[in-house]
């Protein structure tokens, strides 16, 4: 219990450190940080100038971690991602140079402004938490994440993302425009300096690795777990979607909701956490039927409607 308690002070911490630059997006950056303690990666969807670059740059400073950054354009190459090797004349051998890949918190911008094969360069490295080049396997420094942006509006020049990429993002989250007052405090932050200049660490590599371990411990009753698998297993069987959720759902929503109670200060998850993360873990993975978007229906409709369906095991209606 100490433990758990501990690990809730630091990810207290973290989301009130990020909260200094992204200002009035506490549930955003949770979501952001849940996925980093579930050990998935996160996909930043929304339009230009919202902060979602911002976002991964304050969280890399807030737990102490390496930061890249990967600008996706379309002659982006595989080795200018994970790393090349190059001869070198004077011991006569070969010298690899790592890439970006290699750094604990990588943010890709504009992820879908590359190539389909410079997308695949990263499949290795968020599955397996390794990259090969010329053979050889170089494990990778945890904790690894990759934080991908893309804007959802703009597609003259993109390749959209294939689903086996986008199901290996635990999470898709959005920022969405601030309030008033939100919009006018940041005009006020700004006014001088940029608060990333002024961020500091409030912890360290270690502590999120023990972050992570503490999630594990997170109790998950059975009639939640039941409720996971039904709610994936309702996407394969919905008329209006074509291709459900995978197993691979399955497991990152577990993971996550262990991750999401873990912030709100529980050793246990509750059903709420699997619906409030439902959209999250769910709407990049659903390809609807063409006949539904022909009726011009949401993904986002899709899911409501199935949190509305599927009941909580063992509860009454």
Do not use: W
Request: net charge negative; hydrophobic share 45%.
């Amino acid at each position: 219990m100490k433990e758990t308690q501990s690990a809730v002070g630091v990810a207290r911490e973290i989301v009130e450190n990020v909260s200094k630059v992204i200002v009035g997006k506490k549930p955003v950056i949770e979501q952001a940080l849940a996925a980093i303690i579930a050990q998935g990666h996160l996909l930043i969807e929304d339009v230009p100038g919202v902060g979602k670059t911002m976002l991964a740059k304050s969280i890399s400073v807030s737990i102490g971690c390496s930061f890249k950054r990967i600008q996706f354009t379309p002659d982006l190459l595989p080795s200018d991602i994970v790393g090349v090797s190059i001869y070198n004349q004077s011991t006569g051998e070969f010298q690899f140079r790592p890439g970006p890949v290699m750094a604990q918190v990588v943010l890709v911008d504009e992820i879908n402004r590359a190539t389909p094969k410079t997308q695949s360069a990263l499949l290795e490295a968020m599955e397996e938490l390794q990259v090969t080049v010329d053979g050889v396997t170089r494990p990778l420094e945890k904790p690894f994440v990759v934080m991908a942006t893309q804007n959802p509006i703009e597609y003259e020049g993109t390749f959209p993302l294939p689903e086996a990429q986008l199901d290996r993002f635990l999470l898709r989250i959005s920022l969405g425009y601030p309030s008033f007052s939100e919009e006018l405090s940041v005009i006020e932050q700004q006014e001088q300096t940029h608060p990333i200049e002024q961020l500091e660490a409030v912890a360290t590599p270690e502590d999120m690795i023990s972050l992570q371990n503490a999630a594990k411990n997170v109790y998950v009753d059975g009639t939640v777990r039941e409720y996971i698998v039904g709610l994936i297993e309702a996407t394969r069987s919905h008329e209006d979607v074509y291709l459900g959720a995978s197993p691979r759902a399955s497991l990152g929503m577990f993971r996550a909701v262990r991750a999401m109670a873990l912030l709100q200060d529980r050793d246990y998850v509750i059903p709420d956490d699997v619906k409030d993360l439902a959209y999250a873990v769910l709407a990049h993975r659903l390809i609807l039927a063409p006949s539904a978007r022909m009726r011009g229906l949401q993904t986002r409709q899709v899911i409501d409607g199935l949190l509305d369906s599927v009941a909580v095991p063992g509860a009454s209606r």
